[in-house]
Protein backbone atom coordinates (compact mmCIF):
# COMPACT_ATOMS: atom_id res chain seq x y z
CA UNK A 1 0.00 0.00 0.00
CA UNK A 2 1.35 3.74 -1.06
CA UNK A 3 1.96 4.95 2.69
CA UNK A 4 2.43 8.51 1.20
CA UNK A 5 -1.33 8.36 -0.77
CA UNK A 6 -4.07 10.42 0.99
CA UNK A 7 -6.13 8.89 3.44
CA UNK A 8 -8.79 10.87 4.21
CA UNK A 9 -11.77 9.80 6.57
CA UNK A 10 -14.62 11.51 7.66
CA UNK A 11 -16.10 12.49 11.08
CA UNK A 12 -19.23 14.25 12.73
CA UNK A 13 -19.32 15.58 16.49
CA UNK A 14 -23.08 15.95 17.60
CA UNK A 15 -23.11 18.25 20.33
CA UNK A 16 -26.07 19.79 22.66
CA UNK A 17 -25.55 22.62 20.78
CA UNK A 18 -24.39 21.73 17.36
CA UNK A 19 -23.72 19.51 15.02
CA UNK A 20 -20.33 19.33 13.15
CA UNK A 21 -18.70 17.17 10.80
CA UNK A 22 -15.49 17.19 8.20
CA UNK A 23 -13.40 15.13 6.13
CA UNK A 24 -10.25 14.01 8.24
CA UNK A 25 -6.56 13.40 6.61
CA UNK A 26 -5.86 10.84 8.98
CA UNK A 27 -2.31 10.69 8.86
CA UNK A 28 -2.22 14.61 9.45
CA UNK A 29 -5.10 14.49 11.83
CA UNK A 30 -6.22 17.68 10.06
CA UNK A 31 -9.40 19.09 8.28
CA UNK A 32 -8.86 18.87 4.78
CA UNK A 33 -12.04 21.15 3.97
CA UNK A 34 -13.81 24.05 6.27
CA UNK A 35 -16.26 22.10 8.69
CA UNK A 36 -19.71 22.21 8.16
CA UNK A 37 -22.08 22.92 11.11
CA UNK A 38 -25.64 22.81 11.60
CA UNK A 39 -27.14 23.74 14.50
CA UNK A 40 -28.75 20.90 16.93
CA UNK A 41 -32.60 20.44 16.44
CA UNK A 42 -34.91 20.75 19.25
CA UNK A 43 -36.41 18.62 20.39
CA UNK A 44 -33.03 16.77 19.36
CA UNK A 45 -34.49 13.19 18.96
CA UNK A 46 -32.66 10.31 16.95
CA UNK A 47 -34.61 10.89 14.22
CA UNK A 48 -34.19 15.05 13.80
CA UNK A 49 -30.56 14.56 14.51
CA UNK A 50 -30.25 11.61 11.68
CA UNK A 51 -31.37 14.55 9.10
CA UNK A 52 -28.73 16.97 9.99
CA UNK A 53 -26.17 14.34 9.71
CA UNK A 54 -26.93 12.68 6.55
CA UNK A 55 -26.45 16.41 5.54
CA UNK A 56 -23.61 16.83 6.77
CA UNK A 57 -22.18 13.60 5.07
CA UNK A 58 -23.47 14.65 2.00
CA UNK A 59 -21.47 17.86 2.28
CA UNK A 60 -17.59 16.46 1.05
CA UNK A 61 -18.35 14.58 -2.13
CA UNK A 62 -15.19 15.98 -3.65
CA UNK A 63 -13.10 14.88 -0.22
CA UNK A 64 -14.69 11.42 0.85
CA UNK A 65 -15.06 8.37 -0.60
CA UNK A 66 -18.97 7.22 -0.72
CA UNK A 67 -17.93 3.70 0.94
CA UNK A 68 -15.60 5.64 3.66
CA UNK A 69 -16.62 5.02 6.92
CA UNK A 70 -17.78 7.64 9.17
CA UNK A 71 -16.94 8.24 12.72
CA UNK A 72 -19.19 10.17 14.78
CA UNK A 73 -19.16 11.30 18.42
CA UNK A 74 -21.93 11.20 21.00
CA UNK A 75 -22.30 12.98 24.39
CA UNK A 76 -22.96 9.56 26.23
CA UNK A 77 -22.18 6.23 27.15
CA UNK A 78 -21.79 3.96 23.59
CA UNK A 79 -21.60 0.48 24.73
CA UNK A 80 -21.17 -0.99 20.77
CA UNK A 81 -23.07 2.03 19.00
CA UNK A 82 -25.93 1.81 21.44
CA UNK A 83 -26.18 4.87 23.49
CA UNK A 84 -26.64 3.94 27.10
CA UNK A 85 -27.26 6.91 28.73
CA UNK A 86 -28.33 10.88 28.52
CA UNK A 87 -26.99 12.85 31.07
CA UNK A 88 -27.56 16.19 28.69
CA UNK A 89 -29.43 15.11 25.68
CA UNK A 90 -32.78 13.99 25.12
CA UNK A 91 -33.57 11.19 27.00
CA UNK A 92 -35.19 9.43 23.88
CA UNK A 93 -31.64 8.74 23.12
CA UNK A 94 -31.25 6.18 25.49
CA UNK A 95 -31.20 2.04 23.46
CA UNK A 96 -30.84 4.23 20.68
CA UNK A 97 -28.56 1.89 18.23
CA UNK A 98 -27.03 5.10 17.11
CA UNK A 99 -24.74 3.53 14.85
CA UNK A 100 -27.50 1.57 12.77
CA UNK A 101 -29.86 4.70 12.89
CA UNK A 102 -26.81 6.60 11.09
CA UNK A 103 -25.89 3.82 8.69
CA UNK A 104 -29.19 3.59 7.47
CA UNK A 105 -29.78 7.47 7.04
CA UNK A 106 -26.22 8.06 5.59
CA UNK A 107 -25.95 4.96 3.84
CA UNK A 108 -21.96 4.36 5.03
CA UNK A 109 -20.67 1.85 7.23
CA UNK A 110 -20.61 4.05 10.66
CA UNK A 111 -18.21 3.22 14.26
CA UNK A 112 -20.81 5.62 16.65
CA UNK A 113 -18.56 6.38 20.12
CA UNK A 114 -18.35 8.35 23.25
CA UNK A 115 -17.34 12.11 22.51
CA UNK A 116 -14.16 12.32 25.02
CA UNK A 117 -13.16 8.98 24.33
CA UNK A 118 -13.23 10.18 20.34
CA UNK A 119 -10.69 13.38 21.79
CA UNK A 120 -8.32 10.91 23.76
CA UNK A 121 -7.70 8.80 20.69
CA UNK A 122 -7.13 12.24 18.73
CA UNK A 123 -4.80 13.39 21.35
CA UNK A 124 -2.86 10.25 21.53
CA UNK A 125 -2.33 9.71 17.55
CA UNK A 126 -1.84 13.82 16.69
CA UNK A 127 -1.72 15.71 19.86
CA UNK A 128 -1.24 16.61 23.71
CA UNK A 129 -0.59 12.44 24.25
CA UNK A 130 1.41 11.43 21.24
CA UNK A 131 2.58 8.78 21.30
CA UNK A 132 2.42 8.94 25.44
CA UNK A 133 2.67 5.27 26.66
CA UNK A 134 1.00 4.57 30.33
CA UNK A 135 -1.99 5.86 31.59
CA UNK A 136 -3.45 8.94 30.23
CA UNK A 137 -6.94 10.35 31.77
CA UNK A 138 -8.29 12.76 29.13
CA UNK A 139 -11.23 15.14 30.61
CA UNK A 140 -13.27 17.89 28.77
CA UNK A 141 -14.42 20.42 30.98
CA UNK A 142 -17.92 21.38 29.09
CA UNK A 143 -21.78 21.45 29.78
CA UNK A 144 -20.66 18.46 31.43
CA UNK A 145 -17.85 16.33 32.23
CA UNK A 146 -16.46 13.61 29.53
CA UNK A 147 -13.21 11.08 30.78
CA UNK A 148 -11.07 8.93 28.72
CA UNK A 149 -8.62 6.78 29.61
CA UNK A 150 -6.16 5.45 27.71
CA UNK A 151 -3.05 2.74 28.61
CA UNK A 152 -0.31 2.60 26.01
CA UNK A 153 -2.47 4.38 23.37
CA UNK A 154 -5.36 1.36 23.57
CA UNK A 155 -9.01 3.34 25.03
CA UNK A 156 -10.83 1.84 27.82
CA UNK A 157 -14.25 2.92 26.82
CA UNK A 158 -17.18 4.49 28.36
CA UNK A 159 -15.38 5.99 31.73
CA UNK A 160 -17.75 7.90 33.00
CA UNK A 161 -15.81 9.61 35.46
CA UNK A 162 -17.68 12.81 35.42
CA UNK A 163 -20.47 11.70 37.20
CA UNK A 164 -17.92 10.58 40.48
CA UNK A 165 -19.71 11.56 43.66
CA UNK A 166 -18.13 13.50 45.13
CA UNK A 167 -19.45 14.99 49.15
CA UNK A 168 -22.50 13.74 47.69
CA UNK A 169 -23.02 15.32 44.47
CA UNK A 170 -22.52 14.64 41.05
CA UNK A 171 -18.95 16.00 40.00
CA UNK A 172 -19.74 17.93 36.64
CA UNK A 173 -22.21 19.38 38.48
CA UNK A 174 -19.88 21.33 40.62
CA UNK A 175 -17.01 21.20 38.48
CA UNK A 176 -17.55 20.85 34.57
CA UNK A 177 -16.93 24.75 32.70
CA UNK A 178 -20.63 25.21 32.71
CA UNK A 179 -20.91 25.57 36.90
CA UNK A 180 -17.93 28.14 36.93
CA UNK A 181 -20.35 29.78 34.26
CA UNK A 182 -23.46 29.55 35.75
CA UNK A 183 -22.44 30.02 39.45
CA UNK A 184 -19.88 32.87 38.10
CA UNK A 185 -16.97 31.85 39.40
CA UNK A 186 -13.60 33.48 38.98
CA UNK A 187 -10.85 31.09 37.53
CA UNK A 188 -9.34 31.10 40.50
CA UNK A 189 -12.21 30.20 42.31
CA UNK A 190 -13.33 27.59 40.00
CA UNK A 191 -9.74 25.85 40.22
CA UNK A 192 -9.40 26.28 43.95
CA UNK A 193 -12.76 25.00 45.01
CA UNK A 194 -13.83 22.66 42.55
CA UNK A 195 -10.95 21.56 40.05
CA UNK A 196 -7.98 20.77 42.80
CA UNK A 197 -10.60 18.30 44.62
CA UNK A 198 -11.57 16.99 41.47
CA UNK A 199 -8.11 16.36 39.89
CA UNK A 200 -7.08 15.11 43.21
CA UNK A 201 -9.70 12.59 43.44
CA UNK A 202 -9.60 11.03 40.11
CA UNK A 203 -5.35 10.97 40.09
CA UNK A 204 -5.42 9.10 43.89
CA UNK A 205 -7.86 6.45 42.02
CA UNK A 206 -6.05 5.97 38.45
CA UNK A 207 -2.58 7.27 38.93
CA UNK A 208 -1.94 8.58 35.38
CA UNK A 209 1.05 9.39 34.04
CA UNK A 210 -0.19 12.34 32.26
CA UNK A 211 -3.84 14.41 32.39
CA UNK A 212 -5.28 16.21 29.12
CA UNK A 213 -7.95 18.77 29.37
CA UNK A 214 -10.15 19.59 26.61
CA UNK A 215 -13.00 21.27 25.98
CA UNK A 216 -13.36 24.87 25.19
CA UNK A 217 -11.92 26.42 28.00
CA UNK A 218 -9.02 24.58 27.67
CA UNK A 219 -8.17 27.71 25.34
CA UNK A 220 -7.78 29.62 28.80
CA UNK A 221 -5.84 26.90 30.55
CA UNK A 222 -3.12 29.45 31.52
CA UNK A 223 -5.71 30.66 33.65
CA UNK A 224 -6.63 27.65 35.71
CA UNK A 225 -3.89 24.70 35.28
CA UNK A 226 -1.08 26.40 36.90
CA UNK A 227 -3.06 26.87 39.74
CA UNK A 228 -3.55 22.75 41.07
CA UNK A 229 -1.52 21.33 42.86
CA UNK A 230 -1.24 17.48 41.73
CA UNK A 231 1.34 14.65 41.13
CA UNK A 232 0.41 13.81 37.86
CA UNK A 233 1.55 16.25 34.95
CA UNK A 234 -1.65 17.99 33.90
CA UNK A 235 -1.33 19.54 30.51
CA UNK A 236 -4.32 21.54 28.11
CA UNK A 237 -5.58 19.11 24.90
CA UNK A 238 -4.26 20.43 21.37
CA UNK A 239 -6.67 19.79 19.18
CA UNK A 240 -9.03 21.93 20.33
CA UNK A 241 -12.12 21.88 18.87
CA UNK A 242 -11.68 19.29 15.74
CA UNK A 243 -10.40 16.59 18.39
CA UNK A 244 -14.21 14.99 18.30
CA UNK A 245 -13.96 14.84 14.80
CA UNK A 246 -10.35 12.94 13.97
CA UNK A 247 -11.01 10.86 17.10
CA UNK A 248 -14.09 9.69 15.46
CA UNK A 249 -12.73 9.32 11.64
CA UNK A 250 -9.55 7.51 12.97
CA UNK A 251 -11.93 5.25 15.02
CA UNK A 252 -14.20 4.54 12.17
CA UNK A 253 -10.93 4.13 9.26
CA UNK A 254 -9.35 1.70 12.02
CA UNK A 255 -12.44 -0.21 12.69
CA UNK A 256 -14.31 -0.33 9.40
CA UNK A 257 -11.85 0.68 6.69
CA UNK A 258 -11.10 -2.51 4.55
CA UNK A 259 -7.93 -1.16 3.31
CA UNK A 260 -6.71 -0.39 6.85
CA UNK A 261 -3.36 -1.14 7.68
C1 LIG B 1 -21.81 12.27 29.83
C2 LIG B 1 -20.61 11.69 29.12
C3 LIG B 1 -20.05 12.72 28.15
C4 LIG B 1 -19.79 14.03 28.86
C5 LIG B 1 -19.27 15.12 27.93
C6 LIG B 1 -21.43 13.58 30.48
O1 LIG B 1 -22.53 14.13 31.13
O2 LIG B 1 -22.29 11.37 30.82
O3 LIG B 1 -20.96 10.51 28.44
O4 LIG B 1 -18.85 12.23 27.62
O5 LIG B 1 -20.95 14.49 29.50
O6 LIG B 1 -20.16 15.39 26.90
Known amino acids: MDKTAPKVGIGIDIGGSGIKGAPVDLRAGRFTAERVKIATPHPSTPEAVATAVTEIAASFPDQVAPECPLGITFPAVMQHGVARS ?111 RYYSTLENLLWPDLIVVGGGVSRKADRFLPLLRLRSPIVPAELRNTAGIVGAATLAWEQLSPAHE
Open 86 to 196: AANVDQSWIGTDVAHLMAEATGRPVVAVNDADAAAVAEHRFGAAADVNGVVLLTTLGTGIGTALLTDGYLVPNTEFGHLEINGQDAEKRAAASAREDEKLSYEEWAETRLQ
